[in-house]
């Protein structure tokens, strides 16, 4: 999985090498990654006053708008933290945007210290992330 993660990173710093706008970076981290992974969504949030926003995103129809502290996205944002969750159900106010969704991970992006958006992914599966996926996602989404 690192060396997956590995040349997953050499691409994505590249591409944000190139390119400095970061909505264009978000698409096309998004669709590295899940092109890549075979995750069931993968996409990000921005931050627009005490909402997260949909941003660019790889998979189906999502949630267009979390508000600060609210499912697993909103919480992240509160706690600057990356939350992995193992079972969607057992998180205590989750939003299903979808029912197929099983696991989550979303990791929280900074600018000067400020949470400006967060990365989501979610799994069909049941365990899909752990300290490996949080390790580099978090590494990827500084590139941004």
């Known amino acids: 999985m690192d060396e997956k993660y590995k040349l997953v990173y050499q691409k994505v710093e590249a ?8 909505i264009a970076n978000m698409a096309n981290i998004a669709a ?7 995750w069931w969504w993968t996409g990000f949030y921005r931050v627009q006053g005490e909402t ?3 941003g660019p995103f790889q998979g189906p129809v999502a949630c267009t708008r979390i508000q600060f502290g609210r499912g697993v ?3 992240a944002w509160k ?3 990356t939350i992995v969750v193992p079972d969607v159900e057992q998180f205590p106010g989750h ?5 197929l969704s099983r696991s989550e991970i ?18 069909k599966e049941l365990s899909a992330f752990d300290q490996t996926d949080a390790f580099w996602l978090e590494k990827i989404v500084a590139l941004l």
């Not at 590295?32 to 075979?38: A, D, K, Q, R, S």
């Not at 979303?106 to 799994?123: A, T």
């Open 79 to 81: 706690m600057r933290e």
């Open 52 to 54: 997260l926003v949909l």
């Open 95 to 99: 939003i299903a945007c979808s029912a």
């Open 106 to 123: 979303v990791v929280p992006i900074f600018k000067d210290d400020v949470v400006v958006g967060v990365l989501d992914i979610d799994s």
């Open 15 to 22: 591409m944000a090498s190139m390119e400095h706008d970061p």
């Open 32 to 38: 590295l990654l899940h092109e890549t992974f075979g």
């Open 73 to 75: 996205c909103g919480t």
